[in-house]
């Protein structure tokens, strides 16, 4: 654990901040060799407290830990405005609605003992793209270019998330079963034998639109990630029924998403993958200078959701 991401830890943990308070310790007083004292345990001017973050595994720990790959990935290679601050949630692997995926996704869909024998819990995130790479997208019949390497680049990036989680997790003495960010497809089907959407829905990050792409308080452009460890939370957040933000399915009174579609793959209210994913590789191969970006993105484009949760 690096200095940065201990004080983050530390100055994001609800005990902390309080015991910091009664103490009147500010966090300017928290220098380099203070966190490192206390990361050892052998910070006696610290508050007894803070000795617990050295080891923490908790939900901080590894929201800072994902905040900290985007930041750390940005910066070397130096990347601007692509992204926004993602979206993250834990879920149960007892989670009753992981058993439905079988039904609603694929009966190929893995479960998560799949992936790793003794998981618990599952992180799912959503890291949305910043609105210069959006509106980028939105003219023309080919993707954008910068839509292309924000594709590219989440993909990569998301590798890194991994294995930044894995890094803590097995420094706490735990374990981690790692997802693709794509391409973990059936290429007859086109259906993914592990959806990060579909988790993502089942985390309450978000709603499903008439255009299958998940619609959270950020919008729906962006990727989502997942990765399943063996370490179980004290509490989950409780999801119950959410409430559809599709505008469409709520009043009926949209529908622009069907309309972008440059291929008519909604004919008819009926998506058709192939006519879909045809038209992703027709991109992967316009902007192959760029690396590979099987991908479109033009029915999430220019859509009252797109870069958040549309107003009903």
Not at 85 to 110: C, G, M, Q, W, Y
Request: with cysteine; aromatic share 8%.
């Amino acid at each position: 654990m690096n200095w940065s991401e201990a004080k983050s830890i530390i100055l994001n943990n609800e005990e902390v901040k309080n015991e910091l308070k009664m103490n009147e310790v500010t966090s300017d007083c928290l220098s380099q060799d203070e966190i490192n004292k206390t990361i050892k345990g052998s910070n006696p001017s610290v508050p007894h407290s803070l000795s617990h973050v050295r080891a923490s595994t908790d939900a901080a720990s590894l929201r800072s830990s994902i905040n900290s790959a985007i930041s750390e990935y940005g910066e070397i290679n130096k990347i601007h405005e692509m992204w926004r601050k993602p979206i993250i949630e834990f879920i149960s692997t007892k989670n009753e609605k992981i058993k439905d995926l079988k039904r609603t996704v694929s009966a190929e869909h893995l479960m998560p003992n799949d992936i790793l024998p003794d998981a618990k819990s599952i992180v799912s995130f959503f890291i949305p793209f910043h609105e210069n790479v959006v509106n980028s997208n939105i003219n023309g019949t080919m993707a954008s270019k910068k839509w292309a390497a924000a594709y590219i680049k989440t993909n990569d990036l998301i590798k890194i998330i991994n294995d930044k989680v894995e890094e803590l997790m097995q420094r706490n003495g735990y374990k981690t079963g790692k997802i693709p960010a794509t391409h973990n497809f059936n290429e007859k089907t086109l259906i993914s034998n592990w959806s990060h959407r579909h988790i993502a829905y089942i985390a309450g990050i978000g709603t499903f639109g008439i255009n299958n792409m998940l619609i959270t308080k950020k919008g729906c452009c962006g990727r989502f990630g997942s990765i399943i460890i063996n370490y179980e939370f004290d509490n989950y957040q409780q999801v119950g029924k959410i409430k559809d933000k599709c505008l469409n399915k709520l009043s009926g009174n949209c529908g622009i998403c069907h309309k972008k579609c440059v291929v008519n793959a909604y004919d008819n209210n009926n998506f058709n993958r192939n006519t879909c994913y045809k038209q992703c590789l027709e991109n992967a191969n316009y902007h192959k200078e760029i690396g590979y970006a099987d991908v479109c993105g033009k029915c999430l484009v220019g859509l009252p959701c797109s870069l958040k949760e549309p107003n009903r």
